[in-house]
Nanobody, 127 residues
């Protein structure tokens, strides 16, 4: 059974940076698309970024393009989210997610495209 554990969240001032990590265990990591979502209080969970199994394709939500960068290290079974130029509206719990089917080349932006989720890490951006 695959498990995902996020880390790296915290409190940062607007304009600052954070790097989130998501460590996967329980199955072969390098066969599966990975993604980051976030959920702010009172709002629905929304897609942030995704990366295919090989790392050859990425996808970002429009509001994150140019500020966030997703990457993965298959040797370490870890996916990262580098967040720069953070804004107060980036405050949310950030979740890592993965799919059950191996070697897919699509990166879904809907939550129902993903089968396994981590517990999340809180990111708070102060103004």
């Amino acid at each position: 059974q695959v498990q995902l554990v996020e880390s790296g969240g915290g409190l940062v001032q607007a304009g600052g940076s954070l790097r989130l990590s998501c460590a996967a265990s329980g199955r072969t990591f390098d066969k599966y698309t990975m993604a980051w979502f976030r959920q702010a209080p009172g709002k629905e969970r929304e897609f942030v970024a995704g990366i295919t199994w090989s790392g050859g394709k990425t996808r970002y939500a429009d509001s994150m393009k140019g500020r966030f960068s997703i990457s993965r290290d298959n040797a370490k079974n870890t996916v990262y989210l580098q967040m720069n130029s953070l804004l107060p509206e980036d405050t949310a719990v950030y979740y890592c997610a993965t799919v059950m089917k191996a070697y897919i080349v699509e990166i879904y932006s809907a939550t129902f495209g993903y089968d396994t989720w981590g517990r999340g890490t809180q990111v708070t951006v102060s103004s």
